[in-house]
């Protein structure tokens, strides 16, 4: 349980997991960046027309464009190989129990909006995940589902010049589309923000680093029933 400067630490990820998001951060960059200029185009007239020539808007057929290539199929392929390597790696039926959304979290997350607000003394004991963290773990899971599966039926019928749906459809399957890239997309500013925010520099550390662990003072003042649980069972175990 020693950090690697012998101070006491919990695994937060571990090191294959951090791999993962790595890949999941830069392929959801990628067709962010290339997304906007996709989306804002009006014409040969867009917002972000600086990027779109950067990136080969103009070129014709659209399939040419460099940034169709980024946005279709590198982005979602680096995303895709994130995906894998944390199914891969992390996800047990215990990992995945942690992440469900139960009545707890409700009595939780009032709690804590009851103790920031002075109407509690004492502040309810967080798990593994926060609420907010559960809600932002499976806005994002939906976002990708949304955006994967209606972005899969765009690209084939965009590349292979074939007709999967009709006019109606499509447009549905493209607004499907919007609405998953706002919920993923959202989603990232709030977790850049959060990342880099003071109170969360060990655990920033401990992922560039690729350390996994994060320090036990850290766990015992943001996680603290998950660390009762942790050395409980340990101490359990022992004995």
């Given amino acids: 349980m020693a950090s690697s400067r012998g101070e006491a630490g919990l695994v937060r990820f571990r090191p294959i997991t951090q ?9 959801m960059t990628l067709c962010f960046l ?6 804002f185009k009006i014409g040969e007239d867009q917002l972000f ?11 014709n057929p659209p399939t040419r464009q460099l940034i169709s290539w980024l946005h279709d199929i590198i982005g979602p392929i680096l995303m895709l190989v994130g995906v894998v390597i944390a199914l891969a790696a992390s996800v047990r039926p215990h990992t995945i129990k942690l992440a469900l959304p139960t009545r707890e979290d409700l009595r939780v997350l009032s709690g804590i ?3 920031r607000l002075g109407m509690a003394r004492e502040r309810p004991k967080v798990g593994f995940y926060h609420p907010l963290q559960k809600l932002w773990i499976w806005t994002v899971v939906v976002g990708l589902i949304l955006v994967g599966s209606s972005g899969l039926l765009l690209v084939v019928e965009k590349w292979f010049a ?4 009709s006019d109606y459809v499509r447009g549905l399957v493209s607004l499907l589309h919007l609405i998953g890239a706002f919920m993923f997309f959202a989603a990232l500013p709030i977790h850049f923000l959060m990342a880099v925010a003071p109170i969360n520099w060990p655990v920033l550390k401990s992922q560039f680093l690729f350390r996994g662990r994060v320090p036990l003072h850290w766990w015992r003042y943001h996680h603290p029933a998950y660390v009762e649980e942790i050395l409980g069972s340990r101490e359990e175990s022992s004995g």
């Fill in 19 to 27: 791999v993962a998001h790595f890949f999941l951060f830069l392929g």
């Fill in 34 to 39: 290339t997304g906007l200029a996709l989306f």
């Fill in 49 to 59: 027309a600086g990027w779109g020539r950067a990136l080969g808007l103009p070129t």
């Fill in 113 to 115: 909006i009851k103790h």
């Fill in 162 to 165: 074939v007709k999967l749906m």
